[in-house]
C-alpha cells in the first residue's frame, strides 16, 4: 500500500525557477531567531524555581516545605508542588490565547508586524521580570513572555515555510527549532552561572536576560522584508513580485508567481479562515495541525527540558552531577537538531519520524524497566555508577530520537502543509494545542511521577507507538513540494485523497 502518498496521480509538482541566495539565508536566521526566546524559556523557569532565594521571595511556603526533612516521602513524590508549577505554566497558557489574535495579525498585518509585537511582548516581560518586586509583577511579566511566544510561534515558522525555495524548505524551517534549542541551552548554562551569585540576585540575571533574545528579535524583525505571499494577500502585486525576484535571485518567477496569486484568490474568496478549515476539504490539515503538536508534546520531551536536574535528584544523582547531566542532553538537543537539517529534505519527513519515535520508544522502555529494576514501587534505592551512566547514556538517545524527528517536524509540518486561505488559522491551531499540552505536562509530571512512578515512561511509550502509528499511515511525504502545491500530495493520498476537491490543485501554466 503506498501509504507515504505519491504525486504520479496528479501529475509533477513544477519546479520553480531560482535557488538558495545569501538574502533568502540571512532573512531566514534573522527570522529564526524568534525560536531564542521560546528556548530560552523552556529553559530557565526549571533552574530559577530550584534557587532558594528565588523561593523564599516569592513562594515561601514551597522553600519551607523543600527544606522540611521531618516528613519522609518516596523519592518518586519528593518535588511534587502545584503552586510554583503554576508559575512556570501559566507562561503557556498566555501564548494560547494570544496565538489566536496572532492568526488574526499575521494574515491582515502581515508576519512581520507579528514578529515585531512578539519580541516587545517579550521584552516587557523580561524588564517586568527581571526588576519583579512583588508576585504581580512576576506574574504579570510572565503573561507578557507568554504573549511574545504566542506571537512568535505563529509567525516565524510560517515566515520561513513562505520564505524558503521547496527544495530546502525543511532546512530553513528547522533554523527555528535549532534557535529553540540553543535558547534552552543557553538557559541552562545561565541558570548554572547565577545560582553562584551571592546576595540573592542571581534569578533577576536569569530572569532579565530573556531581554537579549527579544532585542534581537525585534530589531531583526524591523529590518526583515514580509513574505511575497503575505505582500500579496493584502493586494500589492507589484512589490510583491520585486520581492520574490529578489528572494530567488532570479528575474524569471512567473510559475510561482502565478502560483501565489492563484493561492492568494483562492484565500480572498474565504471570508471565515475559522469555519473554513472546519470543512471536508481541509481535514487532513485540521487532523495534523491538531494532531501533530498534542502528539509532539506527548512524546514526554519536555519532562526533560523542564525536569531534568529534578529527575536526575530524584535518582539520587547528586548537585552537580544532575546539573551537569542535563547540560549535556542540552547539547545533544543541539547537536542533534542539526542532524536533521541536513537530512529533512533529502530523506524526507517520514523517515525522520519513524526513525526518531522508533529510537525514542526503545529508549523510553529501557528507561522505564532501569528505574523500575532499581527503585520500584516504593520508591527506594539507588543506582551504581554503571547504571547511572547507562541512564544518562539513554536519556540523551531519547533526545537525540526527539532531536531529529518531532522536535523540529513538529514546527515544521504544520507550517507547510496548508494553503494560504487556512494557513494562520491552521498555524494557531498547531500553537495552541502545542502550548495546551506543554501546560498539561508541566503542570502534571511531578504529579504523574509520584503516582505513575517508572511506569509514567511507558505511559509515554505507548504515545510514541500511536504517533509512529499515525505517521506511517497518515502524514504523505511532503520534501520539496511547493508549498502552494500541497494539495497535490494530499489528493494523491489513499485517505485524505477523497477530501480533495479536483478543483483544489493549482497548476495551469501561465502561459495558457
Ligand atoms: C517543543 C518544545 C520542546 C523543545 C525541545 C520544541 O519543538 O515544542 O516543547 O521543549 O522542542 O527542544
Known amino acids: 500500500m503506498a501509504v507515504g502518498g505519491s504525486l504520479a496521480v496528479q501529475g509533477p509538482a513544477r519546479n520553480y525557477e531560482g535557488g538558495i541566495t545569501a538574502f533568502v539565508v540571512i532573512t531566514c536566521v534573522v527570522a529564526a531567531t524568534g525560536g531564542l526566546l521560546f528556548g530560552y524559556d523552556l529553559g530557565i523557569s526549571g533552574g530559577v524555581t530550584s534557587m532558594d532565594d528565588f523561593l523564599l521571595k516569592f513562594f515561601p511556603s514551597v522553600y519551607h516545605k523543600t527544606k522540611d526533612e521531618s516528613h519522609h516521602e518516596s523519592q518518586y513524590c519528593k518535588f511534587a508542588d502545584e503552586i510554583l508549577t503554576l508559575f512556570t505554566s501559566s507562561l503557556y497558557i ?59 510561534n505563529q509567525s516565524v515558522p510560517v515566515y520561513l515555510s513562505e520564505m524558503a525555495p521547496a527544495h530546502i524548505r525543511g532546512a530553513l524551517n528547522i533554523g527555528f527549532q535549532m534557535a529553540i534549542t540553543i535558547g534552552i541551552l543557553a538557559a541552562n548554562f545561565i541558570n548554572y552561572g547565577t545560582a553562584q551569585i551571592e546576595g540573592g540576585w542571581g534569578w533577576r540575571v536569569s530572569l532579565a536576560l530573556a531581554g537579549v533574545p527579544a532585542i534581537l528579535m525585534t530589531v531583526g524583525s524591523f529590518f526583515l522584508p514580509d513574505t511575497p505571499n503575505s505582500i500579496i494577500e493584502r493586494g500589492h502585486h507589484d512589490e510583491a513580485k520585486r520581492m520574490l ?46 494532531l501533530v503538536p498534542f502528539f509532539q508534546q506527548l512524546t514526554g520531551i519536555n519532562v526533560i527540558v523542564f525536569y531534568a536536574p529534578v529527575l536526575f535528584k530524584t ?34 519527513r517520514r523517515g525522520l519520524f519513524l526513525v526518531g519515535g522508533t529510537q525514542m520508544l526503545i529508549c523510553q522502555i529501557a528507561v522505564g524497566a532501569l528505574i523500575g529494576l532499581n527503585f520500584g514501587v516504593t520508591g527506594e534505592g539507588s543506582f551504581s555508577k554503571v547504571e547511572a551512566n547507562l541512564l544518562l547514556a539513554l536519556i540523551c538517545i531519547y533526545v537525540a530520537g526527539f532531536a531529529w524527528s518531532w522536535g523540529p517536524l513538529g514546527w515544521l509540518v504544520p507550517s507547510e502543509i496548508c494553503p494560504l486561505e487556512i494557513r494562520s488559522a491552521g498555524q494557531s491551531i498547531n500553537v495552541s494545542v502545542n502550548m495546551f499540552f506543554t501546560f498539561i505536562i508541566a503542570q502534571a509530571f511531578l504529579s504523574m511521577l509520584c503516582d505513575m512512578k517508572f511506569g509514567l515512561f511507558f505511559f509515554f511509550g505507548g504515545f510514541v507507538i500511536l504517533m509512529t502509528i499515525f505517521i506511517f499511515f497518515f502524514l504523505p511525504e511532503t520534501k520539496n513540494v511547493p508549498i502552494e502545491e500541497m494539495n497535490r500530495v494530499w489528493k494523491a493520498h489513499w485517505f485524505w485523497g477523497k477530501y480533495i476537491p479536483d478543483e483544489a490543485i493549482i497548476g495551469a501554466d501561465p502561459e495558457k
Open 94 to 152: 498566555a501564548a494560547l490565547v494570544a496565538s489566536f489574535v496572532a492568526s488574526v495579525v499575521t494574515r491582515v498585518y502581515g508576519r512581520k508586524i507579528s514578529m515585531i509585537l512578539g519580541g516587545l511582548a517579550f521584552l516587557i516581560g523580561a524588564i517586568l521580570n527581571g526588576i519583579a518586586m512583588n508576585i504581580e509583577m512576576l506574574i504579570i511579566g510572565r503573561l507578557m513572555l507568554g504573549v511574545g511566544v504566542g506571537f512568535a
Open 245 to 290: 525576484q529578489k528572494v530567488r535571485g532570479t528575474e524569471n518567477v512567473d510559475y510561482e508567481f502565478q502560483d501565489l496569486v492563484l493561492a492568494s484568490e483562492a484565500a480572498n474568496r474565504v471570508e471565515h479562515p475559522w469555519r473554513n478549515i472546519l470543512q471536508p476539504r481541509y481535514r487532513p490539515q485540521l487532523v495534523i495541525c491538531t
Open 315 to 348: 535518582l539520587g544523582f547528586g548537585d552537580n552531577a544532575s546539573l551537569m547531566s542535563s547540560a549535556i542532553t542540552g547539547v545533544v538537543n543541539v547537536v542533534a537538531t542539526l542532524v536533521s537539517i541536513f537530512s529533512v529534505d533529502k530523506f524526507g
